[in-house]
């Protein structure tokens, strides 16, 4: 029997395209490779139940006016707490609405997969759920604008960055690198230990992508737009591992002689900083938006200190449940939001209004820390 006829059955049951594509690499693959494969087929078949849960299942209505008129979307003002998620899917359907017509994707691929990107980010955690996702996507947006940028790039780079963006923390387990690798979870074993979770998000991103209801990268022309597509989506996810935040921010340092738009490096390294400003978007936003989002990722430390203390694992103070809000985001915003955005402001000077919120915001938590005294 050769593998065809092996496999014809399952033609037959009509399963993915991508689930008889891995099954076929299991076939003839090494054994260390077969945990690999078969939690590709899993997760495809997970993607596979989605995109026929959300298709036909695209909200009514549309964006909220005022978003419209007073184009918020471009602006440090916009609140996703203002609004349900099936909203905030079609604010994040506007965002790429420019972009995926001037590439020619068809509506309704670029709405299956963002409703299935949706699905893939839990409820249960506190912060890293569909709301920072939408949050960072909005960012990056406003960004591009505020510092004039839309024009410096390709569209197949503009669509990388959103996809980024919204894929970013896809499946967060509300567990951090440390526990990961502490745990030695199968995910840190996977990884080798090596940006455990960006490595699985950017993963997730392209196990979807590769589902051929949700392709939006199937209408790049030629190879070679899909290979920089996926060049710059896996550089800007793992972008976000913030124990590499200060090499990239730093990178910039060689673009302070001129940045040369040509030069598709010097793009990617402007790319891999709007990412990295845009996840930490909360905090370069007026301290109505610090205050909503810091007790949320305090409350996903809490819980991750409490998991850790029952499987007798490191804690760190700042998953401690005498962890104070107040003062871990005093330390959060000063020594990784502060720089990177300094560092960022020194090329565009637009974004001084995102330095003087951090720096405002400093001071607006110590004044809760003086009052919680």
């Not at 695209?58 to 996703?80: C, Q, R, S």
């Not at 060049?231 to 200060?246: C, F, N, P, Q, R």
Request: glycine content about 4%; some cysteine.
């Amino acid at each position: 029997m050769n593998q065809d006829e092996e496999f014809d059955y399952m033609r037959r049951a009509s399963l993915p395209d991508v689930v008889e594509a891995i099954l076929a690499r299991v076939v003839t693959s090494q054994p260390e490779d077969l945990h690999t494969y078969i939690s590709a087929v899993a997760y495809a078949v997970k993607v596979d139940s989605q995109v026929g849960k959300v298709q036909g299942a695209w909200p009514t209505g549309g964006v909220p006016a005022a978003v419209l008129e007073k184009n918020l979307l471009k602006t440090l003002e916009f609140d996703v707490f203002e609004y349900d998620n099936d909203t905030l899917l079609l604010c994040v359907e506007e965002i790429f609405k420019d972009v995926t017509r001037e590439l020619s994707i068809p509506q309704n691929t670029l709405r299956t997969f963002l409703s299935v990107v949706r699905e893939n980010y839990s409820s249960t955690v506190p912060f890293h759920n569909y709301k920072h996702a939408v949050a960072v996507t909005q960012q990056a947006f406003c960004l591009l604008d505020m510092c004039s940028l839309t024009t410096k790039f390709e569209a197949t780079e503009i669509l990388a960055l959103l996809t980024s963006c919204y894929c970013h923390d896809v499946n967060h387990p509300g567990l951090n690198n440390t526990y990961q690798k502490n745990a030695m979870t199968p995910l840190a074993v996977r990884y080798n230990d090596v940006s455990v979770l960006e490595n699985y998000h950017c993963s997730c991103a392209f196990d979807i992508l590769s589902h051929s209801s949700c392709d939006i990268v199937g209408s790049l022309s030629g190879a070679q737009a899909k290979r920089r597509f996926r060049e710059i989506v896996v550089g800007l996810i793992l972008a976000t591992d913030v124990s590499l935040h200060k090499q990239h921010y730093q990178s910039l340092d060689s673009l302070k002689g001129g940045i040369k738009w040509d030069d598709a490096g010097h793009r990617l390294t402007i790319l891999k900083n709007i990412m990295m400003m845009a996840d930490l978007n909360n905090e370069s936003r007026s301290f109505e938006f610090s205050q909503k989002w810091g007790p949320l990722v305090q409350e996903e430390f809490y819980k991750q200190g409490d998991r850790e203390r029952e499987e007798h694992l490191p804690v760190a103070p700042m998953m401690e449940r005498t962890a104070q809000v107040e003062k871990e985001q005093q330390g959060f915003i000063k020594y990784l939001c502060l720089p990177l955005y300094e560092a960022n402001a020194e090329l565009f000077p637009e974004l001084v209004v995102c330095v003087d919120n951090l720096k405002n915001n400093i001071e607006s938590w110590k004044l809760k820390e003086k009052e919680r005294e």
